[in-house]
DNA sequence: TAATCAATCCCCTGAACAGGGGATTTTGCC
DNA sequence: GGCAAAATCCCCTGTTCAGGGGATTGATTA
């Protein structure tokens, strides 16, 4: 049976050697490639056809917000770990919105990255344990949904207190408009008020 | 012109230590007393009456929490800043519900403490400079304001979806007093509609 | 090109909320 | 015991929300 493949992309060095270091005691990954950036990532991913990309998140010019993004249109099938120093909530988020599978954070240990790949693998979102997200949070964070820009917008306004008839006025769009996508968001966080909307949202890290 | 006189409070010796060592740093500041519980800060308290208590969160039996409520209601004058090692949200809210003026995370430098000490006695509020909060976050937790403790419990279930009516069912109250209820919460957060409502309490951390 | 999705608009009804007012009974504190 | 605060209850009105239904346009994608 063919190993996994797996590429990693971080612009520290450190951390690519860390990773080798890591991914090579674990005996059915090959870490068939290390970019630092993302435009190398891409390159990359198009010659190893990878199974597994693990990228950084702050990663120069492009993010490996957008680098996700990216890969996940391109090649659906390729599994992305997002990591990052610390664990902020927002980076979760937003790394989780553009696709992808996991999230690490950089002082993972070796038994935290192999539960990673393996669950990312087996087709489950796996996130690293963080001090400051309980498990009610972290869960909030794996069901969340995947938001269109307009819904992004409305969610925000309606946290912020507006009604309905201010957002339609706000937004310059019909208050009918405004009450479908507010609609749409208790549906795709099922739930059925406005209040636990927002506390479902603010749990996931959306506002 | 009489020294500040700090009491510091910590189970662990060598945060005391750490403590003695800054704050002899500070020329107008004189560690009067320590105590490694809440009971001995009580009565080191009541025989020093310092300025300023600075208080750990996690002591043994009488958490910092408690000791913070007590202190502030037998001597309102009395400053208090918290601290903790790790910047938990929810911690924090419970310090500031019970009257503390500051908190601090034990990495803070010396800096850092003085600021807190002068602001603190200055009567200004002053919160560690957190990671995972935001500036924005950090307003939210100082304006927050004092809830009794239904009017907690209410805000809960407002935000995990309950209509009034169910609130009411489920409390075994009238539907008049949970509208009550959650019209005293919209006047505490000073907004006006259960969704900002939400986002608020969720910022400060009381969700 | 057809199909899908996002975004927009419209209608309906009843329930719930928002914002006023006032009043009573517990409960804890001095 | 008396005071203050918390918790409870009640009334009113108008607005907004929640939950159904259906429909059109434009962009993206298969």
Redesign the pocket.
């Known amino acids: 049976m063919d190993k996994l493949k797996v590429i990693v992309v971080d612009d520290h060095p450190m951390v690519i050697e860390g990773m080798r270091a890591m991914l090579q005691q674990i005996a059915y990954v090959e870490l068939c490639a290390a970019a630092s950036n993302a435009f190398m990532a891409l390159e990359m991913v198009e010659e190893k056809q990878p199974d597994l990309v693990i990228t950084d998140i702050n990663l120069p010019e492009i993010s490996g917000i957008e680098l996700t993004a990216k890969l996940k249109?391109e090649y659906p099938a390729i599994k992305v770990i997002g990591m990052s120093t610390f664990n902020e909530r927002s980076y979760i988020s937003q790394m989780i919105q553009s696709g992808a599978d996991g999230f690490l954070v950089k002082s993972a240990s070796k038994e935290e990255i192999e539960k990673a790949i393996s669950s990312v693998i087996d087709g489950q979102m796996y996130l690293s344990v963080d001090i400051n997200m309980n498990t009610q949070e972290k869960k909030a964070l794996k069901d969340q949904p995947?938001l269109?820009?307009?819904?992004k917008e409305i969610l925000h306004l309606?946290a912020d207190g507006?009604?309905?008839?201010?957002i339609?006025e706000k937004?310059?769009?019909?208050?009918?408009?405004?009450?479908?996508?507010?609609?749409?968001l208790?549906a795709k966080f099922e739930?059925?008020?406005?209040?636990s909307?927002i506390k479902l949202a603010s749990k996931s890290g959306i506002i």
Not at 148 to 151: D, G, I, K, L, V
Not at 162 to 166: A, D, H
Not at 191 to 195: D, P, R
């Open positions: 249109k995947v269109t820009r307009r819904e309606i507006l009604t309905n008839p201010q339609a937004l310059f769009i019909s208050l009918n408009t405004v009450d479908t996508h507010r609609k749409n208790l739930t059925n008020n406005s209040a909307l």
